[in-house]
């Protein structure tokens, strides 16, 4: 049996209510699709706190500045859904701009304090997007529980808080950070690098692993030394947050903008 791909909000909301008439579970993983290994533990984890899962599709226009790789973002729909059905997901919702944005893509909710520094230094409008489409998507979904990858640790923060604070009742899960045998990160945008620049960038997570053992205003500022040493072009922070217990690093590899952290003794 094909693997259900949903282009509208109604027709995903039938399936759904009827998997909740039957008493099901239902999980539900938001994604921009180019899927990767990382992309499936969290499928997998999904299954495991759920009866049904649902995966959305959707590059979003909202937590995209008009200089970032929106229209370039690498889309592939057809493979997406091949390797959805690889690990058992029951249904894709893949809308259209239109029906997840009937009046136009615009941001109409405010991220709450997590999203205060790191990422909002460099991108000012990315958490406003992401919490009004994740917003919008749980309303489409209604799931039960809801995963998502702690590789954008700050972003998960971000939806907690937004979850809490409008009373959605819906469980937050973190999914661990899925890494290559290297230990870089998995990624849609590593699909960018070069060979060359793929050896570069398994430099990244050494640095912040190290820092993290005992991490200083000092020893973050020779990871940053480190990391451009390495070969990166521009570190955007190293920063360490003590209310998170975590180690994040954005730095820029070319034209590719990768991120990462690890916990902190």
Same mark, same amino acid.
């Given at each position: 049996? %094909?693997?259900?791909?949903?282009?509208?909000?109604?027709?995903?909301?039938?399936?759904?209510?009827?998997?909740?008439?039957?008493?099901? $579970?239902?999980?539900?993983? +938001?994604?921009?699709?180019?899927?990767?290994?990382? *992309?499936?533990?969290?499928? !997998?984890?999904?299954?495991?706190?759920?009866?049904?899962?649902?995966?959305?599709?959707?590059?979003?226009?909202?937590?995209?500045?008009? *200089?970032?790789?929106?229209?370039?973002?690498?889309?592939?729909?057809?493979?997406?859904?091949?390797?959805?059905?690889?690990?058992?997901?029951?249904?894709?919702?893949?809308?259209?701009?239109?029906?997840? &944005? +009937?009046?136009?893509?615009? %941001?109409?909710?405010?991220?709450?304090?997590?999203?205060?520094?790191?990422? %909002?230094?460099? $991108?000012? *409008?990315?958490?406003?997007?992401?919490?009004?489409?994740? &917003?919008?998507?749980?309303?489409? /979904?209604?799931?039960?529980?809801?995963?998502?990858?702690?590789?954008?640790?700050?972003?998960?923060?971000?939806? !907690?808080?937004?979850?809490?604070?409008?009373?959605?009742?819906?469980?937050?899960?973190?999914?661990?950070?899925? !890494?290559?045998?290297?230990?870089?990160?998995?990624?849609?945008?590593?699909?960018?690098?070069?060979?060359?620049?793929?050896?570069?960038?398994?430099?990244?997570?050494?640095v912040?692993f190290?820092?993290?053992?005992?991490?200083?205003e000092?020893?973050?500022?020779?990871?940053?030394?480190?990391?451009?040493?390495?070969?990166?072009?521009?570190?955007? &922070?190293?920063? &360490?947050?003590?209310?998170?217990?975590? /180690?994040?690093?954005?730095?820029?590899?070319?034209?590719? $903008?990768?991120?990462?952290?690890?916990?902190?003794?």
């Open positions: 049996m %094909s693997l259900a791909v949903y282009k509208t909000r109604a027709d995903l909301q039938a399936q759904v209510a009827a998997w909740k008439a039957q008493g099901h $579970r239902v999980a539900f993983v +938001p994604t921009m699709g180019a899927l990767h290994a990382g *992309h499936l533990s969290l499928m !997998r984890l999904a299954k495991e706190k759920a009866d049904k899962v649902v995966v959305s599709i959707f590059v979003n226009p909202t937590q995209f500045a008009p *200089h970032e790789d929106f229209d370039t973002y690498p889309r592939d729909l057809d493979g997406d859904v091949k390797l959805l059905s690889s690990v058992g997901v029951d249904a894709v919702y893949a809308p259209s701009e239109a029906d997840l &944005y +009937p009046e136009g893509a615009k %941001s109409d909710q405010e991220a709450g304090a997590a999203a205060a520094g790191l990422e %909002s230094a460099f $991108r000012p *409008h990315f958490f406003d997007g992401v919490v009004t489409v994740v &917003y919008r998507l749980f309303k489409a /979904v209604q799931p039960d529980v809801a995963v998502f990858g702690e590789k954008d640790f700050q972003q998960l923060q971000v939806i !907690r808080e937004m979850v809490a604070d409008k009373g959605l009742g819906i469980e937050i899960i973190g999914g661990p950070i899925a !890494r290559d045998e290297f230990g870089l990160a998995l990624s849609s945008r590593n699909a960018y690098l070069s060979e060359g620049e793929l050896e570069i960038a398994r430099m990244l997570n050494q912040i190290n820092v993290a053992q005992g991490p200083s000092e020893r973050l500022a020779e990871a940053e030394e480190m990391i451009l040493q390495a070969g990166f072009d521009k570190v955007d &922070y190293v920063a &360490y947050r003590p209310e998170w217990k975590r /180690v994040l690093v954005a730095a820029w590899l070319g034209k590719t $903008r990768l991120i990462d952290n690890c916990s902190a003794q």
